[in-house]
C-alpha cells in the first residue's frame, strides 16, 4: 500500500526549515535537525522532500515569484534602459532578500552597494 503524504506533516517540514535557516543558516542546518524540528524522522523528510536543496526552493518560490512580479510591473514604468538596473538595484538590492542564506559578499556596478554576509548594505 503507498505511503499517503499528508499536507500537515509537509508544512511541519517547510516550518520547521524555515526556523532553522533562519536560525543557524542553510550550510549549517542538516536534513536531520529539520527532521528533528518537525517532529518525524530523517526517512520520512525524503518522502516529502528529496534534498534540503528542494525545500529551501519550496521556501523562497513564493517569495521569488513575488519579487519579480513586482520587478516586472516596475520595468513597464520606467522609460530610459540606463536607469531601469540603478533603479532595481538600490531599491530590490540584497537588503530585500530574507536573512537565510548566508549569501557571500557580492557588489553591483550600477548603485555602488556592498552586500555583506549578514545581508546589510555597506555603502
Known amino acids: 500500500m503507498p505511503q499517503v503524504k499528508k499536507r ?11 526556523l532553522l535557516f533562519r536560525k543557524q543558516g542553510y550550510y549549517q542546518t ?9 517532529g518525524t524522522s530523517l526517512a520520512n523528510v525524503y518522502v516529502y522532500f528529496a534534498s534540503k536543496y528542494e ?6 518560490d513564493p517569495w521569488m515569484t513575488a519579487k519579480i512580479t513586482q520587478l516586472e510591473r516596475e520595468a513597464a514604468r520606467i522609460k530610459h534602459p540606463d536607469t531601469a538596473s540603478g533603479t532595481f538595484c538600490s ?21 555602488r552597494w556592498r552586500a555583506a554576509p549578514s545581508n546589510t548594505i555597506l555603502r
Open 8 to 18: 500537515e506533516m509537509r508544512q511541519a517540514i517547510l516550518d520547521g526549515s524555515y
Open 30 to 38: 542538516t536534513l536531520r535537525q529539520i527532521a528533528r524540528e518537525a
Open 55 to 60: 525545500i529551501v526552493f519550496e521556501i523562497y
Open 91 to 111: 531599491r530590490y538590492g540584497v537588503t530585500s532578500l530574507p536573512p537565510i542564506m548566508g549569501l557571500p559578499a557580492t557588489s553591483c556596478r550600477h548603485c
